[in-house]
């Protein structure tokens, strides 16, 4: 049941170091979106087969102005973002501080594997980070509700995906384009 009160449909999480990596088929662990350290410090995602990385300040935006967002962007470590954008018992109190009855979850990082070209790997992520988003929604599951994805393959697999994520607890779905 969904508590009375606000809901924000347009939440984003930040995918933690392992979203991806302990959540993807063992076949792509080797080249699953993963967190590295860059020369001067700041972590940035990597996605095997783009070449534009995202640094962890540009997915993790909450309790920052944006003068502050646009100094750090390109110099914060994970250890830096706020663990409610990854956990979900930590999401619950930033929700509770801000008056916000539940949320609509969607991915930041995966708007980006949207554009892989390679729809096996970029399957492979997704259904990785669907495993993963049921895991931080069932910490809160009458407030924090997920939005799955899909590679939209073909539309038998795009149907499964879909089903797949209402057995999940997934209340939609994000697909590329």
């Known amino acids: 049941m969904i508590p009375r009160g606000t809901i924000s449909a347009d939440s984003h999480i930040v995918e933690p170091p392992n979203c991806y990596v302990d959540f993807i088929d063992p076949k792509y662990r080797d080249t699953a979106p993963r967190i590295v350290k ?7 995602y990597v ?10 300040g540009f997915i ?8 502050e967002r646009a100094k750090r962007a390109q110099a914060m470590t994970f250890d830096e973002t706020r663990a409610g ?3 979900g018992k930590a999401r619950a109190a930033d929700m509770d501080r801000d008056g916000i009855a539940a949320e609509i979850i969607y991915s930041s990082l995966g708007m980006g594997i949207c554009t892989h070209r390679d729809m096996d790997y970029k399957d492979a992520c997704m259904k990785a980070y669907n495993r993963w988003l049921q895991t931080f929604c069932a910490d809160q599951p009458d ?3 997920g ?23 997934m209340v939609g779905m994000m697909m590329p384009g």
């Open 38 to 44: 860059r020369e001067d410090g700041a972590d940035i």
């Open 47 to 56: 996605i095997e087969g783009m070449r534009k990385t995202a640094p962890i």
């Open 60 to 67: 993790d935006g909450a309790g920052r102005t944006v003068a």
């Open 85 to 87: 954008g990854w956990n």
């Open 143 to 145: 407030r924090l509700f």
């Open 147 to 169: 939005l799955a994805m899909t590679a939209v393959r073909d539309v038998d697999s795009a149907i499964e995906d879909f089903r797949t994520a209402k057995e999940m607890g």
